[in-house]
């Protein structure tokens, strides 16, 4: 029988853009495989838009390193094994470490891919959560820990996260992000190089500020360069320049705004601390230039400010998290069109202008004392925590999509320590850097086997859309889900042949018996169990997803607004749902107690001096940032051949006259190291260039694959230096989240 083939369309899940793809599907025999990725014209959100890493969605699915079934590792040797006999093995060595009866000797870590799937988003926090332990960690304090913990304390929810409404803003300030390369973070838009044109074409403008000139700098009409760890300092300044001028305005906000006033008596009380002439020469940027740029923000019709990873991942994650809010709200540009903006997602759960407000610090690390923050502790405590003997030692680890061992700081400290576990388990298609660790590794199925709905980024999109697609191959083993429930279910003591389905059971009595009870739902004062016999879906995360939304602030309510959203309504649609833009949502969606925006939270107000401090003395000499990649996500996408290709991917780029000090020539051999730690250190090649400003150098992030017993084939080729060699292991005290940028280095040459 000759080939077929067929064209299908889904959202793909590689990055937080969201974008529409067209699929080629070529049967050939019992053989289906993905033959051609282009964009989907159709799509509502992306209208084709489409970057190197969905082109290559195909050939990640399919690529012959993944694992098919599950292996158990045996001294340095692994062995293919049926799903019932891991399983079996996993309940075995959990056994005795659950009758210690010691749930700290339990802990999970999850990577960033679990916010790209369902049954991460759905299953994931049900495993964690019947770990009954404090040593929760995840991606999420090395990457965006400080962005929850703003919102957390200003809004109430650490979720309720405001994105620049890019397609109408006049004026659009960055701080720290590349956007044109990373496809944007926390800010979930198709084609950011597109809408930045669209920008600049209408009469707006764009300004980066960044210690390297990025591709997005390139695209902007101003390059700031700014010096790394320094961007609190500069907003804070910017802040005392509107108060001073009298320009600062929160519009209809200011009737539901506290702190103000306090702000004012903090940042211009002060021996002009923050004053422009203050922190003009620490930041790199003239006195003159900052105040103009906070007039400019005042003056501007519709502004909005973002800021990313290269001011959240720095020792002042949070107040940078913090000021990026500030200054929307003080000129009157948040929460109104073409400022800074809240989305509603079609699952959103309902919303009242009040709430229970937000916490950290229930429970603290063992070691180091840090309080936890959304659950979690930071990831950088992770080794100390198995190391470190004493009643609560992690015995054994669930790593579910991670690879901490490339993306965490000290992970060569990190790699010896999950050496000493007594059990680890990896949900992970890879035999990795890190998993190469594990005792047992559970291959979840690929990308084109699952289900997509992105529950977490249509709650960050620039407008409000949303778009399911089904699976577009059939797959013969265990879902994701139904490896997550089975490993609950075995933690939960309940045997390695519970049926996973209990999982779903729990999950969807729960959501339904909330919603059901909340007088702001669609379903309330419905029956849980009638509301649940009407789910419609093909797997578990399906049925869920079908309940979110139709208890969604768009949904149908199980009969209660015969015309509004189920599953299958948003299904029948297969190029997505747009609908709209953003709209204003302030007061409706506050949870803080009061049902007020808090501008000057109490623990923002307590670091303060700490940043004061560094001011007055901040580090000279070289700081090390990291940089993203247009054909690369974090460490996950460096095994596709067409992805790990191409030039200066992990080069040491450093500025001319810091080249020259050094004696470093262009493409020579240089050694890389902390400046607190000489041992701790990289071998990189330099990259001489006056892209990064004088003082800086820029080593990207995820590499370091060439390690032994790793079963990527193209990516241990590639290798490169694992920068968190060299980053160590300090936090923002608030959100617990590593200090990646800024990090003081000495870079010689070698030879």
Known sequence: MPPTERVVTRTCPLCEATCGLRITLRANGDATRAVKVAGDPGDVFSKGFICPKGAALGA???????????????????????????????????????????????????????????????????????????????????????????????????????????????????????????????????????????????????????????????????????????????????????????????????????????????????????????????????????????????????????????????????????????????????????????????????????????????????????????????????????????????????????????????????????????LMVAVDPYLNATTRRAHVILPPPGPLHRPHYDLAFYTLSVRDVARFSPPALPWAGPSEAGILARLTLLVLGMGPKADPALVEQQIVGHLLGKAAADPASPAHGRDPRAMAAQLRGESGPERVLDALIRTGPRGEGFGADPDGWTLARLAAAPGGVDFGPLAPRLPASLATPDGLIDAFPDAIRGDLPRLRAWLADPPDGLLLIGRRHLRSNNSWLHNVPKLARGRDRFTLRIHPADAAARGVADGAAVRLSARSDAEAAVQATAQVTDEVMRGVVSLPHGWGHAVEGSGLSVASKVGGPNVNRVTQPVVDPLSGNAALNGVPVEVRPIG
Not at 252 to 276: E, N
């Open 60 to 422: 990640l699915h399919h690529d012959p390193d993944r694992l098919t079934r599950p292996r158990i590792r045996e001294g340095d040797a692994w062995r293919e094994v049926g799903w019932d006999e891991a399983f079996a093995y996993i309940d075995a060595k959990l056994r005795p470490i659950l009758a210690d009866g010691d749930r700290d000797a339990l802990a999970a870590y999850a990577g960033n891919p679990n916010v790209h799937t369902l049954a991460g988003m759905i299953y994931g926090p049900a495993l964690r959560r019947s770990l009954g332990t404090r040593n929760l960690y995840s991606a999420s304090t090395v990457d965006q820990m400080p962005r929850h913990v703003a919102s957390g304390w200003m809004y109430g929810d650490p979720d309720r996260i405001p994105v620049p409404d890019l397609d109408r803003t006049d004026l659009l300030y960055i701080f720290g992000a590349n956007p044109a390369v990373s496809n944007g973070s926390l800010a979930t838009a198709p084609d950011w190089p597109g809408r930045i044109r669209a920008i600049r074409e209408r009469g707006g403008r764009v300004v980066v500020f960044d210690p390297r000139r990025t591709a997005t700098a390139g695209l902007a009409d101003a390059h700031h360069a700014i010096r790394p760890g320094t961007d609190a300092a500069l907003m804070l300044s910017m802040a005392r320049v509107l108060f001073e001028a009298g320009r600062v305005g929160l519009g209809r906000l200011a009737d539901i705004t506290k702190g103000v006033d306090a702000i004012r008596g903090v940042i211009c009380g002060g021996p002009g601390d923050f004053a422009p002439e203050r922190i003009g020469p620490v930041c790199g940027i003239a006195p003159d230039d900052i105040r103009r740029l906070a007039l400019d923000l005042a003056d501007a019709p519709r502004a909005a400010v973002y800021g990313r990873i290269g001011t959240q991942a720095a020792r002042f994650g949070t107040l940078a998290a913090w000021t990026v809010d500030l200054l929307g709200l003080l000129t009157g540009h948040l929460d109104t069109p073409g400022g800074a903006m809240f989305p509603r997602a079609l699952h959103e759960r309902p919303v009242h202008g009040r709430g229970r407000g937000f916490r950290v610090g229930r429970r603290h690390g063992r070691v180091a004392g840090d309080p936890e923050v959304r659950g979690e502790l930071p990831a950088v405590r992770l080794a100390d925590e198995i190391t470190t003997p004493g009643p609560g030692r992690i015995r054994a680890l669930f790593v579910v999509a991670g690879n901490p061992v490339l993306s965490v700081p000290g992970g060569d400290r990190l790699d010896a320590a999950l050496a000493q576990l007594e």
